[in-house]
T-cell receptor
């Protein structure tokens, strides 16, 4: 069965510092991979997705993620974090775009 | 272009009652998926509707049922509510199996 692990429950970074959020997946075939962001009490906003092709994908708000098949990872990165990036981040995997299987999320705190 | 909309925003029910949540998909989308997000957890897939049929279902009891209308909007019904059903219920729409876009959610509190 497919599953997603986000090893870090909470991460704190200083504004302007770089960010990397980890995501590991378990899936037999080539997965469809996603990163979503959720502000408190809100729905989920899609940051980026990987279906196939170039393993480095660019998303909105300056985020990028790299698919590494050998490590079963799809880590999210941003070179310089802004205070408005503070939110909950979810990695998800899907088979053929049907049900999304989410990780438990990583809560990002940005300090001045 | 309106995104995914959900109603109501908040809902308070008591144990044993029944509830209906509603979702209107993004313009041009024909598929609706429902997710339950308990506090501090990631969303859990409930089911997905396409062409007015349930196409896939997650690990939820039969108390959870749904419907999709000819205009692609959808309802989620939960019978015999339990305290553990308290959660944020998220609707997502897509064009067939393409990327899912989420609505703001309905916060259900069961007392």
């Amino acid at each position: 069965a497919q599953s997603v692990t986000q090893p870090d429950i909470h991460i704190t970074v200083s504004e302007g510092a770089s960010l990397e959020l980890r995501c590991n997946y378990s899936y037999g075939a080539t997965p469809y991979l996603f990163w979503y962001v959720q502000s408190p009490g809100q729905g989920l906003q899609l940051l980026l997705k990987y279906f196939s092709g170039d393993t480095l994908v660019q998303g909105i708000k300056g985020f990028e993620a790299e698919f590494k098949r050998s490590q079963s990872s799809f880590n999210l990165r941003k070179p310089s974090v802004h205070w408005s990036d503070a939110a909950e981040y979810f990695c998800a995997v899907a088979n053929s775009g049907y049900a999304l299987n989410f990780g438990k999320g990583t809560s990002l705190l940005v300090t001045p | 272009d309106a995104g995914v909309t959900q109603s109501p925003t908040h809902l308070i029910k008591t144990r044993g009652q029944q509830v209906t949540l509603r979702c209107s998909p993004k313009s041009g989308h024909d598929t609706v998926s429902w997710y339950q997000q308990a506090l501090g957890q990631g969303p859990q897939f409930i089911f997905q509707y396409y062409e007015e049929e349930e196409r896939q279902r997650g690990n939820f009891p039969d108390r959870f049922s749904g419907h999709q209308f000819p205009n692609y909007s959808s309802e989620l019904n939960v019978n015999a509510l339990l305290l553990g059903d308290s959660a944020l219920y998220l609707c997502a729409s897509s064009l067939y199996t393409d990327t899912q876009y989420f609505g703001p959610g309905t916060r259900l509190t069961v007392l």
